[in-house]
């Protein structure tokens, strides 16, 4: 198969959700730090940083549907994300003087305008 996978729809709408997100943060004056960062099986999105502070981005693209692409977080998304980010955290020591986790919801329909919603701090790693 030459190691070529073609992404499915949803896939490539994630990757494109990904791009505008980062082109987002980098335009408010982040750095984006890492993109789809692995330990084991969790992953974080973004990883950005404005000044001292890390943001750990979830970055939900979603088509127009019933629930609000924000509310596709789901409690166990959010402590899959902690531990990524504890185990980011591990393996970049000094980076950062708080942290905080983010969320980059994003519609986007067929056609028409995207739809961005940004919740900084939208949980902690305790809970919602």
Known sequence: DGGVRLLSDREALGRRGEDLAARLLRGAGYRILSRNW????????????CGGEVAFVEVKTRRPGPQPTAEAVSPAQRRHLARAAAAWMRAHP????????????ITWPESGKVIVEYIPGAFDANGP
């Open 38 to 49: 692995r330990a084991g099986r969790f992953e974080i999105d973004l990883v950005g940083a």
């Open 94 to 105: 000094g980076v950062g003087s708080s942290f905080r986790f983010d969320i980059m919801a």
